[in-house]
């Protein structure tokens, strides 16, 4: 006798609703008891520095001020 799990399923209905409602009640309990946050906690760091230079261009700012300054100040965090 070989074992035959549709003709199983088949032959015993009441068996086959039995496991399928319960695996249904277990996802469903298990949906409700998964744990989630819809807004998770998390920082922003965020530094505002205000430089200036009389006469200098935008290029020589950029170049020889804020990129400098902006490479030291991530090594800070």
């Known amino acids: 006798m070989s074992l035959n799990l549709s003709a199983i399923a088949v032959r015993e209905r009441a068996v086959t609703l039995f ?17 989630r946050a819809e807004d998770p906690n998390f920082t ?3 530094l ?13 700012m950029q170049d020889l001020v804020a990129e400098p300054l902006e490479k030291r100040l991530q090594e800070l965090t």
């Open 44 to 46: 922003i760091k965020t």
């Open 19 to 35: 496991f399928i409602l319960l695996l249904a009640a277990a996802g469903a309990y298990a949906f409700v008891m998964l744990g």
């Open 48 to 60: 505002t520095v205000t430089t200036a230079w009389p006469g200098a261009t935008a290029r020589e």
